[in-house]
């Protein structure tokens, strides 16, 4: 009898435990709010995708697409095997090969010149070294498209136009890289310093085997971010290549719709929207798989 009032106590204070999960309104509204920002960036992108499956044709007349045709391949194909131009001589690979060295060459110099820029700045006693971090740093209000006329007339000047040094070299110069490895260097505790120190460990090897190792987290941060934007890059490749060997994808996407610009011929929307697509794939799949070293680079430097 007693076995039956504690199997009886013990299904009534369950029954009571077990009570139903109250809805939690503000996590359901800020996961509303989250999808509703990934589709409102996502459509575009598929409505471009799903435009890159159909002719220039109907596309002309009827503008964007939702739904899929019958021209994927052939858009793909054309948009990276077929020459085009004024003089025919490159095609999507072409440009893709000068976009990636564009992105590679401005993510790795940014890297190495923020990097040995703040090394100065934190372990080297500079009597000024405070006063040269902030103009560095003022240098943010001074983006390429203030400076872009004497930054075209030194490169004029050097003779690098249509040249990758021309494309690269002008936009190494970094604050931001400067600023997030000061920050970074400046968490690094003193104790590890003097313990190179004593074995013997000079500035170079110092800054080589033991920065460097430490920096590998930022130092993909800082890759991820200076890679998308020397890729996305417009204006000054514009500027400084004639060349149609030299043109990187964004360029090249323009060179087609400039077609309708100069009334010649309907430009051909597929293969743009084509050569959209294949632009947007690095930068994102180098975020997709390269986020959680963003991150944790990033929360690294607030220290």
């Given at each position: 009898?007693?076995?039956?009032?504690?199997?009886?106590?013990?299904?009534?204070?369950?029954?009571?435990?077990?009570?139903?999960?109250?809805?939690?309104?503000?996590?359901?509204?800020?996961?509303?709010?989250?999808?509703?920002?990934?589709?409102?960036?996502?459509?575009?992108?598929?409505?471009?995708?799903?435009?890159?499956?159909?002719?220039?044709?109907?596309?002309?007349?009827?503008?964007?697409?939702?739904?899929?045709?019958?021209?994927?391949?052939?858009?793909?194909?054309?948009?990276?095997?077929?020459?085009?131009?004024?003089?025919?001589?490159?095609?999507?690979?072409?440009?893709?090969?000068?976009?990636?060295?564009?992105?590679?060459?401005?993510?790795?110099?940014?890297?190495?010149?923020?990097?040995?820029?703040?090394?100065?700045?934190?372990?080297?006693?500079?009597?000024?070294?405070?006063?040269?971090?902030?103009?560095?740093?003022?240098?943010?209000?001074?983006?390429?498209?203030?400076?872009?006329?004497?930054?075209?007339?030194?490169?004029?000047?050097?003779?690098?136009?249509?040249?990758?040094?021309?494309?690269?070299?002008?936009?190494?110069?970094?604050?931001?890289?400067?600023?997030?490895?000061?920050?970074?260097?400046?968490?690094?505790?003193?104790?590890?310093?003097?313990?190179?120190?004593?074995?013997?460990?000079?500035?170079?090897?110092?800054?080589?085997?033991i920065l460097v190792p430490l920096s590998k987290t930022m130092i993909a941060a800082m890759f991820i971010i200076m890679f998308v934007f020397g890729w996305n890059q417009y204006l000054w490749p514009t500027l400084i290549t004639t060349d149609e060997s030299?043109?990187?994808?964004?360029?090249?996407?323009?060179?087609?719709?400039?077609?309708?610009?100069?009334?010649?011929?309907?430009?051909?929307?597929?293969?743009?929207?084509?050569?959209?697509?294949?632009?947007?794939?690095?930068?994102?799949?180098?975020?997709?798989?390269?986020?959680?070293?963003?991150?944790?680079?990033?929360?690294?430097?607030?220290?």
């Amino acid at each position: 009898m007693a076995d039956i009032t504690d199997t009886n106590v013990h299904t009534t204070t369950s029954a009571t435990t077990r009570r139903p999960k109250r809805i939690r309104w503000d996590h359901i509204g800020d996961h509303a709010v989250l999808i509703a920002g990934a589709l409102l960036m996502l459509v575009p992108v598929y409505m471009v995708f799903a435009t890159s499956s159909w002719d220039a044709i109907t596309v002309h007349r009827e503008g964007m697409q939702f739904g899929f045709g019958d021209q994927l391949v052939e858009n793909y194909n054309a948009a990276l095997l077929e020459y085009g131009g004024f003089t025919d001589s490159v095609n999507g690979l072409t440009m893709l090969g000068n976009s990636l060295i564009l992105g590679l060459g401005f993510a790795i110099g940014k890297i190495i010149v923020g990097m040995m820029a703040a090394y100065a700045i934190v372990y080297f006693r500079l009597k000024f070294a405070t006063l040269a971090f902030w103009m560095i740093f003022t240098t943010l209000l001074l983006p390429l498209e203030v400076r872009i006329l004497p930054s075209y007339e030194v490169i004029s000047w050097m003779n690098l136009g249509n040249t990758y040094t021309g494309l690269i070299v002008p936009l190494i110069a970094s604050a931001t890289a400067t600023f997030f490895f000061r920050q970074f260097f400046r968490s690094i505790p003193e104790e590890l310093i003097e313990a190179a120190r004593i074995d013997g460990a000079g500035p170079v090897k110092f800054f080589i085997d033991i920065l460097v190792p430490l920096s590998k987290t930022m130092i993909a941060a800082m890759f991820i971010i200076m890679f998308v934007f020397g890729w996305n890059q417009y204006l000054w490749p514009t500027l400084i290549t004639t060349d149609e060997s030299l043109f990187t994808l964004v360029r090249g996407i323009r060179q087609i719709v400039q077609s309708y610009a100069d009334g010649s011929e309907t430009p051909d929307y597929g293969q743009a929207a084509a050569l959209a697509i294949i632009a947007m794939t690095p930068p994102v799949l180098i975020v997709v798989f390269f986020q959680n070293w963003f991150v944790k680079g990033l929360t690294e430097s607030d220290k």
